[in-house]
């Protein structure tokens, strides 16, 4: 699903540059420029980081 149309970026691409470790939108933005056109697509971003913030916390205790 595309969630970035400025960029045109889709979540799938989003989740794996969330699992290659970017934690916030800033981040996300410098990695794939989602978030950082109209700003539409931030919240989205943002539903996603949460979404794997459990999944992260959970491989920082196991390292």
């Known amino acids: 699903m595309l969630v970035c149309s400025c960029f045109a970026v889709s ?3 989003l989740r794996n540059v969330i699992s290659a470790g970017a934690r916030d ?3 996300i933005g410098e990695r ?3 978030g ?3 700003g539409g ?3 989205e971003i943002e539903d996603l980081l949460d979404e794997a913030a459990p999944r992260c916390a959970r491989l920082a205790r196991a390292s």
């Open 36 to 38: 950082t056109g109209c």
């Open 25 to 27: 939108v800033d981040e």
């Open 41 to 43: 697509c931030v919240e």
């Open 32 to 34: 794939c420029n989602a």
């Open 11 to 13: 979540d799938r691409t």
